[in-house]
Structures are given as structure tokens and as C-alpha cells.
């Protein structure tokens, strides 16, 4: 017959009891929230836009950016507490909302933890110019880095 060792059956116990509690615990976060680094209001407004995918090219994206203020990209606020944009791959608007991170970076995206896949991570935002890019890669190495210049400042 065929005896159980110790240590094979006290490693199934621990197994089993870790299948008991796992369930009742929650799982950790990537990204806790925090309040974002600024209010929604810097967001509202028209803005000329423009991308790069290369920080050489940043400057000459500020300038075919402020050029597109003859049409510009219009936010708006949204019907919450967010703002109406596009996202990446469709032509509907969505309300969108800031969302900020424990490590200090600000978000704009769904309802979801900071830093979804979906979001787009705020670099910098002054009342005049901001620059964001996609969190997803894919969409990153697409699009490249967004810079908004407030038309009109």
C-alpha cells in the first residue's frame, strides 16, 4: 500500500487552503487612482492639433498645430464629469474623463483604473499647449504624440 509522504500532502493542503481565501481576496491594482493633476476646464475649448513621432520633430508639430486653428478640434464638456473627444480607431465622440495615479501622472479615458489601455496619458498641459499620447502601443506607434495648441492664445 501506498503512504501519503509528509511533504506532498502538506503542500496539497496549502494548496487547497490557497484556493479557499483567493477567492475573497481582492486582486491588486496596477494603478490606484488619485485626483488628477489639473481640472477638466484646461481641457474645454478649440484647439489646433497635430502629432509626432519624434522629439526633433516636436517644434515643427507646434507649428502645423497652431495652423489648424482654421479648424479646429472643438472639447466640450461632457454630460458628467468628463469631456467629449474621440478615442483611437472611432469616429464617435465619448465622454472621457481625467483620471490621476499614485506615481503623479494624469489620464483621460473610460471609467477604468488609470493607465487603461485604453486611456491617453497626459504629458503636459498648460492653458495653451498640451501634449498626450496613447497608453496602448499599438495606437502609440500609430498615432505618435498629440499636441493640442489652444487656438487663439
Request: with cysteine; proline share 8%.
Amino acid at each position: 500500500m501506498l503512504r501519503p509522504q509528509p511533504i506532498l500532502a502538506g503542500t496539497v493542503v496549502l494548496a487547497l487552503a490557497g484556493c479557499t481565501f483567493s477567492g475573497n481576496t481582492p486582486a491588486p491594482s496596477a494603478n490606484v487612482e488619485a485626483p488628477a493633476a489639473f481640472a477638466r476646464e484646461r481641457l474645454i475649448g478649440q484647439w489646433g492639433v497635430a502629432s509626432f513621432h519624434t522629439d526633433k520633430d516636436r517644434p515643427r508639430t507646434e507649428r502645423e498645430a497652431r495652423a489648424q486653428c482654421s479648424q479646429p478640434y472643438k472639447i466640450v464638456k461632457g454630460p458628467t464629469d468628463g469631456v467629449m473627444m474621440h478615442v483611437a480607431d472611432d469616429p464617435e465622440l465619448h465622454e472621457l474623463r481625467l483620471k490621476g495615479d499614485t506615481s503623479g501622472r494624469t489620464y483621460l479615458g473610460f471609467e477604468a483604473p488609470p493607465g487603461d489601455p485604453q486611456d491617453r496619458e497626459i504629458l503636459s498641459a498648460t492653458d495653451k499647449i498640451m501634449t498626450m499620447r496613447f497608453v496602448d502601443p499599438d495606437a502609440n506607434r500609430r498615432y505618435g504624440t498629440f499636441v493640442f495648441v489652444r487656438c487663439g492664445a
